[in-house]
């Protein structure tokens, strides 16, 4: 019993130092308005959620639902991992043969010879595909549509638009499969791939595929869809400059490259069902596990990102996947623990990882 006792006294310490840690960076951050964070772990029965405000004019709750940025990659590639179960679509297949040709000509052309019908469905998943990025990419005139999308945020653009402006402003990076370069076109191109597998829009797919059967019902895509039940709260602001981007329709960009609107609760439900193999199998799981380098320790996969932290124990590797305005989802295998939450602000990729670290060094004292 003593040591029983010992034990939740040392996990309430580290929990107090998990939350304040989190809490402490939101505050010190004058850039940063609102946190959100969820730790879980069925092996250390821990479940710890917290929601910082650092806002004046903002409310923020540990369940309100948020915008999850290329978080939604990891929701596209697991439908397209449902099919390929189906025996509907192959990860093999080539691009070409799932879309219209007006889409798909002079779709890749680099150094003059045109790819296009050379692209395989696992090069858009892991983006080996060479396509340009126009979220990122600028064009001739140095503008992106993410350029694009803060200085017209009353524009909506539909899927085909993004494809079609990177076709027409965007250079190829490479030949299909020969090096690696992040492209949200390669997931608008897969969003397509769905709706044409399955009739229906990708946000109906999303819905009967894995929202339903998962009891995600406080997610949804974007200005495409709402949530299956009312959520007690509305979706998190969050802003660049004075541009509150929930309110731009220019947000409607992200679509199958980051579309979904989910909580922590929600995705934490995703996350475990991928992790146990409830949605899809083990060996289509290790498929998506076709990892391409993305620099040091840092890998992508079919929609899934993996850091292998130099000069770090193995045990301190995660893997998941993170949104360009702090939105973080990743799992630990040791210590069998998902961290899940955003610090909503664009550009703020990396120190949500650098966060997680130190979280799972300090989990380790549980156990000590």
């Not at 092996?43 to 309100?64: C, E, F, G, M, R």
């Not at 045990?315 to 623990?337: E, L, R, V």
Request: aromatic content about 12%; some cysteine.
């Amino acid at each position: 019993m003593a040591q029983q006792l010992h034990s939740q006294d040392q996990k309430e310490k580290v929990k107090g130092q998990i939350l304040h840690s989190f809490e402490k960076k939101v505050k010190k951050d004058k850039s940063l308005g609102t946190g959100i964070l969820l730790v879980h772990s069925d092996l250390l029965d821990i479940h710890w959620k917290t929601a910082v405000n650092n806002s004046p004019v903002a409310n923020v709750y540990p369940d309100q639902p948020f915008h999850f940025a290329s978080i939604g990659k990891t929701v596209t590639s697991v439908m397209i991992g449902i099919l390929y179960e189906k025996g509907l679509i192959d990860y093999e297949d080539l691009v070409a043969d799932h879309l219209d040709q007006s889409i798909v000509n002079g779709l890749h052309v680099y150094k003059g010879i045109d790819y296009s019908k050379q692209i395989k469905i696992r090069q858009l998943l892991n983006h080996t595909s060479g396509l340009g990025d126009y979220y990122t990419d600028k064009n001739n005139e140095g503008i992106s549509l993410m350029d694009m999308m803060l200085s017209s945020p009353e524009k909506f653009w539909t899927p085909i638009e993004t494809i079609m402006w990177t076709k027409k402003n965007l250079k190829s990076k490479f030949k299909p499969g020969k090096g690696f370069h992040y492209s949200d076109t390669n997931y608008q191109l897969l969003g397509l791939i769905i709706e044409q597998i399955t009739g229906m829009a990708l946000h109906d797919a999303f819905k009967t595929y894995i929202f339903e059967p998962l009891d995600m019902n406080n997610s949804y895509m974007i200005l495409h869809s709402g949530p299956i039940e009312k959520c007690k709260y509305p979706m998190v602001d969050f802003y660049h400059n004075d541009l509150n981007l929930i309110e731009a329709k220019s947000i409607s960009m992200s679509w199958a490259s980051g579309g979904i609107v989910s909580t922590t609760e929600d995705m934490l439900k995703f996350h475990e069902a991928l992790v146990r193999y409830k949605i899809i199998k083990e060996s289509t799981f290790k498929k998506m596990c076709d990892w391409a380098k993305m620099g040091p320790g840092f890998f992508y996969g079919y929609g899934l990102m993996n850091f292998r932290f130099i000069m770090t124990p193995k045990k301190y590797d995660i893997w998941g996947n993170s949104g360009s305005i702090g939105a973080f989802m990743y799992y630990n295998p040791h210590f069998d623990t998902y961290i899940i939450g955003s610090f909503h602000k664009m550009g703020y990729e990396s120190q949500p990882i650098f966060f997680i670290l130190k979280t799972l060094k300090k989990l380790k004292k549980i156990n000590s």
